[in-house]
């Protein structure tokens, strides 16, 4: 019964490959998100997507590329990967876009490009 | 733009001693503010936030927060910390408009010793 659930949970490639992320949320939330934690813990918001709207996008490079199918779903699919892209990236969601909702996060994926 | 600094990277502590975790925050307009606790390898987990009304907000495990607008500031305490407590700590802050953009201070180490 996880609310935030995140496949893969680790992820090695290798550089220049193309990988997918998989975020699904189980608690009716409209809108989703897609952070970055680099090696240094600091975490950045990517993308924010209400009912399957995008709304934020945090000058990621366009090799950064979410899709949300519908409601509960938020992906993320990573091109042409470079070394840069080692962090964890973690899904999220919230009831609605408001400031004061509360963001529920998943587990995270780590991902590391060699 | 808003923008959260997290005092103190680390803050190593023995259990059952009080520990007070700082964050100060700038932004021209008001501002929700959230501290989250992320256990090793896991997501984040929201403690507590403060929206509006008693500056004092009470969160789970204990922990409380103090919003001060003249200092700008929303630190965290616990009068008396366990092994457990051990985690990353992160204050945000978020505006009231479309999109919920969290802005996340750099984190700070928790470190509760026997």
């Known amino acids: 019964d996880t609310a935030v659930s995140q496949t893969p949970k680790y992820l090695v490639t290798q550089m220049g490959n193309d990988k997918s992320i998989k975020c699904e949320q189980n608690l009716g939330h409209d809108t989703m998100y897609w952070y970055k934690q680099d090696s240094k813990k600091f975490l950045k918001i990517m993308f924010s997507y209400n009912n399957k709207e995008l709304i934020i996008n945090e000058t990621v490079p366009n090799r950064f590329s979410p899709k949300s199918p519908d409601k509960a779903h938020l992906n993320l699919h990573i091109n042409s990967l470079e070394l840069g892209d080692s962090a964890v990236y973690f899904c999220?969601?919230?009831?609605?876009?408001?400031?004061?909702?509360?963001?529920?996060f998943g587990p995270g994926t780590r991902l590391l490009v060699l | 733009a808003q923008s959260v600094t997290q005092l103190d990277s680390q803050v190593p502590v023995f259990e059952e001693a009080p520990v007070e975790l700082r964050c100060n925050y700038s932004?021209?307009?008001?501002?929700?503010l959230f501290w989250y606790v992320q256990y090793p390898n896991q997501g984040l987990q929201l403690l507590l936030k403060y929206l509006s009304g008693s500056t004092l907000v009470k969160g789970i495990n204990g922990f409380e927060a103090e919003f001060n607008k003249s200092q700008t500031s929303f630190h965290l305490r616990k009068p008396s910390v366990h092994i457990s407590d051990t985690a990353e700590y992160f204050c945000?802050?978020?505006?009231?408009?479309?999109?919920?953009?969290?802005?996340f201070g750099g984190g700070t180490r928790l470190m509760v010793k026997p």
């Open positions: 999220a969601s919230s009831q609605d876009p408001g400031g004061e909702e509360t963001q529920y």
């Open positions: 945000a802050v978020s505006v009231n408009n479309a999109g919920n953009m969290l802005t």
């Open positions: 932004s021209s307009v008001s501002v929700y």
